[in-house]
T-cell receptor
Framework: DQQVKQNSPSLSVQEGRISILNCDYTNSMFDYFLWYKKYPAEGPTFLISISSIKDKNEDGRFTVFLNKSAKHLSLHIVPSQPGDSAVYFCAASRAGANNLFFGTGTRLTVIP | GAGVSQTPSNKVTEKGKYVELRCDPISGHTALYWYRQSLGQGPEFLIYFQGTGAADDSGLPNDRFFAVRPEGSVSTLKIQRTERGDSAVYLC???????????FGSGTRLTVV
């Protein structure tokens, strides 16, 4: 039972344009959401997070939006750069829990 | 060390053999986690240690899997009677802030032939 879903396995974007990566979840108990970035042969690295009490969090070129009623979040990268090419994982956790539930990932390719 | 270290980086073993995967967390991180990432999937939780004890082992798939952290630092994930379905990347993470501060290692790619 996949509680966190990323329905787009891949996305290609031109350098300088906006990248939008989407994530849906089914468990209404999730209250904290994270995005991780993963390069080949490396572990996932934390990118940005958002608490369920917010609907937007911004950090430089990266913004995460949360729509609790739709159980949907998205990661916006603008402007996209070739170094952003990686696999992006959405993850979620429940209050008080110590483990994360991950989506299956979206491979982003930024074309120079 | 500066980051989470996992050894070996790659392991090929024959079906039915026993393997041990090692994780050396960031110094001072009391929380340690093991995840498994199968091909085409996201990481899936296996077990969480707080100090020396396994605080949550609900993600271990069956009793062939076991993990220890005897001194509250290095952890070893042990898999008995390996099966081809155990082939995956095994990721270790440590944290000083629970889910708010995971640092992952580069993983061990296990291939069971």
């Amino acid at each position: 039972d996949q509680q966190v879903k990323q329905n787009s396995p891949s996305l290609s974007v031109q350098e300088g344009r906006i990248s939008i990566l989407n994530c849906d979840y089914t468990n209404s108990m999730f209250d904290y959401f994270l995005w991780y970035k993963k390069y080949p042969a490396e572990g996932p690295t934390f990118l940005i997070s958002i608490s369920s009490i917010k609907d937007k969090n911004e950090d430089g070129r990266f913004t995460v939006f949360l729509n609790k009623s739709a159980k949907h979040l998205s990661l916006h990268i603008v402007p996209s750069q070739p170094g952003d090419s990686a696999v992006y994982f959405c993850a979620a956790s429940r209050a008080g829990a110590n483990n994360l539930f991950f989506g299956t990932g979206t491979r982003l390719t930024v074309i120079p | 060390g500066a980051g989470v270290s996992q050894t070996p980086s790659n392991k090929v073993t024959e079906k039915g053999k026993y393997v041990e995967l090692r994780c050396d967390p960031i110094s001072g991180h009391t929380a340690l986690y093991w995840y498994r990432q199968s091909l085409g999937q996201g990481p899936e939780f296996l077990i969480y240690f707080q100090g020396t004890g396994a605080a949550d082992d609900s993600g271990l798939p069956n009793d062939r899997f076991f993990a220890v952290r005897p001194e509250g630092s290095v952890s070893t994930l042990k898999i008995q009677r390996t099966e081809r379905g155990d082939s995956a990347v095994y990721l270790c993470a440590s944290s000083s802030q629970g889910v708010y501060g995971y640092t992952f290692g580069s993983g061990t790619r296990l291939t069971v032939v």
